[in-house]
Nanobody, 125 residues
Framework: QVQLVESGGGSVQAGGSLRLSCAAS????????MAWFRQAPGEQREGVAG???????MYADSVKGRFTISKDNAQKTLYLQMNSLKPEDTAMYYC???????????????????WGQGTQVTVSS
């Protein structure tokens, strides 16, 4: 079955960096839209970045210029490089995969069929 396992979260000070990874298994990894979401306590799940099967990246305005989404098809791993972190980036981060090849409205959680368990990112000021 499809499995997504995130890692790389942690606690950093504002201005610092983290790199999240999402190891995928159980499906044809390179064929579908994938994305990173985050959810802070009491908030709705928010799309952070998406990536199409042709590696076209898409970003939320709040992270443009600071975060980079990428994937390694050989390793079946999705990444999120997060630089210049801010306290408002604090949240649980989830990776997700769709059964669609192209992301379209990538920020809508309903488009994604499979989710990882999440990894916590905490940014202190």
């Amino acid at each position: 079955q499809v499995q997504l396992v995130e890692s790389g979260g942690g606690s950093v000070q504002a201005g610092g960096s983290l790199r999240l990874s999402c190891a995928a298994s159980g499906y044809t990894y390179s064929s579908y839209c994938m994305a990173w979401f985050r959810q802070a306590p009491g908030e709705q799940r928010e799309g952070v970045a998406g990536i199409d099967t042709d590696d076209t990246p898409m970003y939320a305005d709040s992270v443009k210029g600071r975060f980079t989404i990428s994937k390694d098809n050989a390793q079946k791993t999705l990444y999120l490089q997060m630089n210049s972190l801010k306290p408002e980036d604090t949240a649980m981060y989830y990776c997700a995969t769709s059964t669609l090849r192209y992301c379209g409205t990538w920020w809508r959680p309903i488009k994604y069929n499979y989710w990882g368990q999440g990894t916590q990112v905490t940014v202190s000021s």
